[in-house]
């Protein structure tokens, strides 16, 4: 039975304390409580999770959601259940033991969410489970991976349509923040919509100021433009070591910053990130890896120093601005060499074939895989010591095991945090008599028994840093006890790390019979060189208003100017100003020290064309000295 108004919005009320649902929450939700497969296009901080998760606790059975962000698999589904609301999860970096016990939890449990990451799809043995589960709704979050024409195609997304033989009578929601027509058409056509419904919120956010800063120095432009903007922002980059000096230098400029990056450890991460939410922090910088998951309504600036490979991503991380509604700044800053560096990134990302298939070859090696064997296995995969060992350059090989998760011979899964966790193994009157004379056994045993429940029925996650510090026990002498008990069999010990698996889709093959075919190669690559060529047209773009380029691009028509960005705005100073005020501005700037032509365009708002033509014009009639070896102008000795 259909929950009535009240009931949907009693529970958002009940669960999340808001007396409203946010613009299209509420049109996405009676869509699916009708029956519709039905598709949303929400920007990020839009609230898409909270469209599936309250029309599933709105009536009996479960909602699968089929996210590739495994991180943000494990926030949603500790928001849930600290909730109160019955809810797991299921990716490759569980163990075959614990996958069995979640699915039970799943059949029998009264679970009303079950996240997994797309790959488990491919799985016989979750199939054959998933068959009798209670499911009334099926969700794929970041549903723009499905489509090949999309920015980030991944072809595990291409095996949710088998859902649907199972349950074809119930429907399905695809969410994403970004989406062009093609894609939007894709998506349906591949998730098999049938009477198919779609919502979308315009690309606007009246309330964002786009700039685009030309500057042969990024960090002294990014420092003077955060020295005029007050309030807290996010810095992307796209290199690791690249945070950590950006930060730094921004901190020798009295501004106070940290740097995130997915290689951090997970304390850090959370560390650093509740200081730059408090406000302790007010800079973060940061590669992509940061803003997943993370709700700060009054960022007031995102700034990019390296330009990203595509709208869909310059879009989705300038989204993370000014979310309360208030203005805020996004600011790409970008300089001649910026354009080759682009197009470097396509050689990069879709190397030579037969280094494609030697990577294969080599992966198989390393991993001491047979041809033949390695079906539907999962395998920790060291990939920085794989490049060291077989001398391979990092980026292309990365690209190479992409192509190769695209061509649908393995499923390459990067970085996955998986906690530590413990199960006891022997019966409760054998933990009184450990064998041995290490006193330290005990101890960590009973400190977990104190600090843990169910660990007898299942494997628990436990933490060892809230148990060293709440017993005052060495996070050392923890680790070690531990292992040293699971050697024992009185438990099994499972520690925390952080590694990249591969899973293979297919059986290991010889490299003569892999195929890279075109829809994996040839056509991405075209994609991505036109997506490239639409981000260059928004950098340099000097004729067109920002917001019109980004809305046209994700299919808007009959767009009008913002009025907001750096271009409306420059337009309409120059419809307001004359040539006296030009000379009068560079006038100025001469009477302070002599310039170069950068400098002008840098600090005066008029259009580049008329401070280049009234120099041009001054120095012509002796008012300014032109120095052309070093390139500057000056007003004339006396």
Known sequence: MMPTETGIHGILKKYWGYDKFRELQEEIITSILDGNDTLGLLPTGGGKSITFQVPTLAREGMSIVVTPIISLMKDQVDNLVAKGIKATYLHSGL??????????????????????????????SFIDKMRFMPVKLIVVDEAHCISQWGYDFRPSFLNIARIREYFPKIPILALTA??????????????????????????????????????????????????????SGIIYVRSRARTKQIAEELIRNGITADFYHAG??????????????????????????????????????????DVPGSLEEYYQEAGRAGR??????????????????????????????????????????????????????????????????????????????????????????????????????????????????????????????????????????????????????????????????TKMHILHYVPRKRTPYIYYTTSRELPKYISIPRSAYEVLREKMAKRIDEMIRYAYSEDMCR??????????INVNPCGHCDYCIARKQQEQYTIKDVINGIMYMLSLKQRQLID??????????????????????????FNSDEGTYSLPQK
């Open 178 to 231: 970004t989406a062009t027509p093609d894609v939007v058409n894709d998506i349906m056509e591949k998730l098999k919509f049938a009477n198919g419904k779609v919502f979308s919120k315009s690309f606007a956010r009246n309330n964002l100021v786009y700039v685009v800063r030309k500057t042969d120095d990024k960090i002294a432009q990014l420092v003077n433009i955060l020295k005029k903007v007050p309030g």
């Open 600 to 625: 002008f365009f840098d600090t005066l708002s008029f259009s580049k064309e008329d401070i280049t033509s009234t120099l041009s014009q001054l120095v012509n009639e002796n008012f300014v000295s």
């Open 264 to 305: 951090l450890e997970n304390t850090d991460k959370s560390d650093r990130q509740n200081k730059w939410k408090s406000g302790e922090t007010r800079i973060m910088v940061a590669t992509n890896a940061f803003g997943m998951g993370i709700d700060k309504p009054n960022v007031r600036i995102v700034a990019h120093i």
């Open 95 to 124: 163990s075959l033991s614990e996958m069995r016990r979640t699915l039970d939890k799943c059949t029998f449990g009264n679970y009303k969410f079950l996240y997994i990451s797309p790959e488990r799809i491919a799985s016989e």
């Open 547 to 556: 917001e019109q380029i980004i809305r046209t691009y994700f299919g808007e």
């Open 324 to 485: 309360d509604g208030k203005k805020a700044f996004v600011v790409l800053l970008i300089k001649n060499t910026d354009k080759a560096i682009l197009k470097k990134r396509i050689s990069d990302a879709f190397p030579d074939k037969d280094f494609i298939k030697n990577v294969y070859e080599r992966v198989g090696n390393f991993l001491n895989v047979p041809v033949e064997g390695g079906y539907n296995q999962v395998y920790d995969f060291n990939f920085v010591l794989f490049c060291k060992t077989f001398k391979y350059p990092i980026i292309p090989t990365f690209n190479a095991l992409k192509i190769l998760t695209k061509s649908g011979y393995i499923e390459f899964i990067e970085e996955i945090d998986t906690q530590s966790r413990v199960i006891i193994l022997a019966k409760k009157e054998e933990l009184y008599n450990l064998p041995g004379d290490n006193p330290n056994l005990d101890k960590v045993l009973q400190a977990i028994l104190r600090t843990y429940s169910g660990l007898f029925a299942d494997y628990v996650f436990i933490n060892e840093d809230l148990i060293s510090s709440r017993f005052k026990i060495p996070v050392q002498v923890i680790y070690e006890s531990l292992l040293a008990l």
